[in-house]
């Protein structure tokens, strides 16, 4: 009976209805929508930027602490146009050193060294040899240390 059932059996792919689709080619190439770019010349556009307004390119770090910033943080007002380099010139990038000059640096760092050798020639100068005279044994403690072969210790008259 089974038999049957399975040798009269429709194929499935005939029992289910499938739905065909149509096939949609994608066109691309001309007939795709492309935005369009300012095309400025190099007097127009100098940064060539696109037309930002780009304001002077001041750290904010030397920025007045205590005026009234809409962002505090980072000393900036709203809607105030950013600077393209925004990352170097923010308050989140590495400070700029400006309180000694190079020279004045240069001889704090020379007088830096020059007090550490001072320092080291003047603890040579005076610090002294030995705490104590060197005890002396009778024999140099050959058989103590090994034998004739072994390395004595300080016997008197060894200097």
């Not at 072969?149 to 200097?159: E, F, H, S, T, W």
């Amino acid at each position: 009976m089974l038999s049957q059932r399975i040798a009269t059996a429709r194929p499935l792919r005939v029992a289910l209805p499938i739905a065909r689709r149509t096939a949609f080619g994608q066109q691309r190439g001309a007939a795709q929508a492309r935005p369009e770019y300012l095309s400025l010349t190099e007097a127009e556009d100098p940064g060539m930027n696109g037309g930002y307004i780009n304001p002077p390119p001041v750290k904010r770090q030397f920025r007045d602490p205590h005026a009234d910033w809409w962002d505090k943080q980072e000393r900036r007002n709203y809607g105030e146009p950013v600077h393209e380099d925004n990352d170097i010139l923010g308050m989140f990038s590495p400070e700029e050193y400006t309180h000694t000059k190079p020279g004045k640096g240069l001889f704090q760092i020379g007088c830096f060294v020059a007090a550490v050798f001072g320092l080291c020639g003047v603890v040579s100068m005076t610090y002294p040899d030995k705490p104590s005279a060197p005890r002396e044994f009778e024999g140099g403690l050959e058989s103590e240390l090994g034998g004739p072969n072994a390395v004595r210790a300080r016997a008197a008259g060894d200097k």
